[in-house]
């Protein structure tokens, strides 16, 4: 399973951006697609998720200002950042959690990663 991430790039406080994140290769079910960031010097951290059933949960950080989605038909994640601020500046990780048949457990599989700078 591979993970292609786009959109990162450099935008200026309060601007905005789409991250996009698209999965291919052999699975039957993706169960959760995700966004997680790691800033210079930091843990890597959880953005947003979304489930097969279309379940969202968010950092507390950027409730209000990120929408993560999912296009099914097109395995592909999206994060839409608004209201950028200079601590979201970060490398941005698409992750899935998947399963190749419904008998064999979940497993993970992380994008590249894409670089996001936000400047003041």
């Known amino acids: 399973v591979q993970l292609q991430a786009s959109g990162g790039g450099l935008v200026q406080v309060g601007g905005s951006l789409r991250l996009s994140c698209a999965a291919s290769g052999s699975f039957a079910t993706i169960n959760v697609m995700g966004w997680y960031r790691q800033g210079a010097g930091k843990q890597r951290e959880l953005v947003g998720t979304v489930t097969s059933g279309d379940s969202k949960k968010y950092a507390d950080s950027v409730k209000g200002r990120f929408t993560i989605s999912r296009d099914y038909a097109k395995n592909t994640v999206y994060l839409q950042m608004n209201s950028l601020k200079p601590e979201d500046t970060a490398v941005y990780y698409c992750?899935?959690?998947?399963?190749?048949?419904?008998?064999?457990?979940?497993?993970?599989?992380w994008g590249q990663g894409t670089l996001v700078t936000v400047s003041s």
């Open positions: 992750h899935i959690e998947y399963q190749t048949s419904s008998f064999t457990p979940a497993r993970d599989s």
